[in-house]
């Protein structure tokens, strides 16, 4: 059976495209993978650029039939006809099933210029192991609060509006930025797509937690979660999550990604995600400048390969 391939289905690519106000752009990398990005219209001029969805997305690194990724050839063929098209520069991110080698500075031949750089890290969980294995990896406080039990019904759910309803309240609570404010039918388009599963956790007053899982190939990835303000206090969180690996050990699943913190800081919630596991893995993406000339004459800076660190693309800083 072919396992779902959420962040490269091309739905999942059209949803982000309309949310963030781009539309999706399909590149066939050399008749092998299909890269769905995102083209965003850069203000005052004609160019667009490009990003991958928010997420793992491993389109780009899929090893050919010999088993190799060849970095350079692909930016080469997608730098090619993304110039056709007007696109300035990509930011793409990448997912954590193949290590994607490092691309050369700059490749003279195809006029593209790129980086690999790590933006972060993320906690995993190794779901070959038995219940009892992975438990032990836990925290002893994590340990301890399980033990005591719960009062909570657990269940795959398709009630979109409930989640809806603590998410929003979640993000009012934590200030979150307009951007993480998804709105019921994004909410309710993402969890109707294969591969993709809601999860909630009901006590006695109704809704307390939920969490929306994806599958990436044998990578099952907790996208997004939220818990109600009133069950705050019982951290009903900690229990549906350990629902969720129980259920997914030797179940096919490799590996659970719990995420990171919050734009890859090394917060509470990274914090918290460490309690199931001491694992982590980095998460890289590629800083790509497709239009070099271009590039250079929106960002007033000299022709170079995309900067290591500060913002990019450079055109877009606040």
Not at 123 to 150: F, N, P
Not at 256 to 268: E, M, S
Request: glycine share 10%.
């Amino acid at each position: 059976m072919t396992c779902p391939q959420v962040f490269d289905d091309p739905a999942f690519v059209s949803l982000e495209a309309n949310r963030l106000g781009g539309r999706p752009a399909f590149f066939d990398l050399g008749g092998g993978p299909v890269l769905g990005l995102i083209a965003q219209a850069i203000s005052a001029t004609r160019a667009t650029d490009l990003v991958s969805v928010y997420g793992y997305p491993d389109n780009f690194a899929v090893p050919d039939e010999a088993g190799i990724i060849d970095t350079d050839a692909r930016l080469a063929e997608m730098g090619e006809t993304a110039r056709r098209q007007g696109h300035i520069a990509a930011y793409l991110r990448l997912g954590l099933a193949n290590e994607t080698p490092a691309p050369l500075p700059e490749t003279k031949s195809s006029g593209v210029s790129a980086i690999r750089v790590e933006v972060g890290e993320v906690v995993a969980i190794d779901l070959t192991q038995s219940v009892e294995d992975l438990m032990a990896g836990y925290r002893k406080q994590l340990r301890y609060d399980l033990r005591r039990g719960h009062d909570l019904r657990i269940e795959r759910s398709d009630d979109a509006a409930a989640f809806h309803h603590i998410y929003t309240e979640n993000m009012r609570r934590v200030g979150a930025s307009a951007i993480y404010h998804f709105s019921a039918d994004y909410l309710a388009a993402l969890c109707s797509l294969p591969g993709a599963e809601l999860w909630l956790a009901h006590d006695a007053e109704g809704v307390a937690t939920g969490g929306i899982f994806l599958r990436q190939g044998e990578i099952t990835y907790y996208h997004l979660g939220a818990t109600a303000d009133r069950a705050i206090a019982a951290s009903p969180l900690k229990h549906l999550l350990h629902n969720r690996i129980a259920t997914l050990a030797m179940s096919g699943s490799t590996r659970l990604v719990l995420g990171g913190g919050r734009a890859g800081a090394d917060d509470a919630l990274l914090r918290f995600k460490r309690g199931f596991s001491r694992l982590t893995v980095p998460v890289h993406a590629l800083r790509v400048i497709l239009d070099p000339k271009s590039y250079a004459r929106l960002s007033g800076l000299p022709v170079q390969p995309p900067p290591a660190n500060g913002f990019f693309p450079t055109y877009r800083a606040p």
